[in-house]
Nanobody, 117 residues
Framework: QVQLVESGGGLVQPGGSLRLSCAAS????????MGWYRQAPGEQRESVAG???????TYADSVKGRFTISRDFAKNTVYLQMNSLKPEDTAVYYC???????????WGQGTQVTVSS
C-alpha cells in the first residue's frame, strides 16, 4: 500500500552533515506520523525523530540540537537534516510512516550512514 525509499546516506567525517530524504508513494491519506529510526550494529532499532500531520515533533535525546526533521506534503517527502555527526550516529537509518486507522507501520529499505575519520 505504501512504499518508502530513503536516500542521502553515506560516509561522513565527525562533525559533518548529511540530509536524508524519504520519498513516499501509494495510499498515503491514512498516514498520521512520519519518522526516522536507526539501527546500529548489535543494537536495537531506535526512534530518532518523528513528526505528525499537525507538525508536532519529537527527537531522541541523543540527537536533540543536532538533527532536524521536516516534511514536504506536496512532494510526499520527509527529511532528516543531520548536523554535527558523531561516530555513534553510525547506523542504518529507516524511514517510517504510521497509520493509526489501520495500525500499520510502513518501512523503507534503509540507508547506511557511517561517521568515521
Amino acid at each position: 500500500q505504501v512504499q518508502l525509499v530513503e536516500s542521502g546516506g553515506g560516509l561522513v567525517q565527525p562533525g559533518g552533515s548529511l540530509r536524508l530524504s524519504c520519498a513516499a508513494s501509494g495510499s498515503l491519506l491514512s498516514i498520521d506520523v512520519m519518522g526516522w529510526y536507526r539501527q546500529a550494529p548489535g543494537e536495537q532499532r531506535e526512534s530518532v525523530a518523528g513528526i505528525t500531520r499537525g507538525g508536532s515533533i519529537t527527537y531522541a535525546d541523543s540527537v536533540k540540537g543536532r538533527f532536524t526533521i521536516s516534511r514536504d506534503f506536496a512532494k510526499n517527502t520527509v527529511y532528516l537534516q543531520m548536523n554535527s555527526l558523531k561516530p555513534e550516529d553510525t547506523a542504518v537509518y529507516y524511514c517510517n510512516h504510521h497509520s493509526n486507522r489501520y495500525r500499520q507501520d510502513y518501512w523503507g529499505q534503509g540507508t547506511q550512514v557511517t561517521v568515521s575519520s
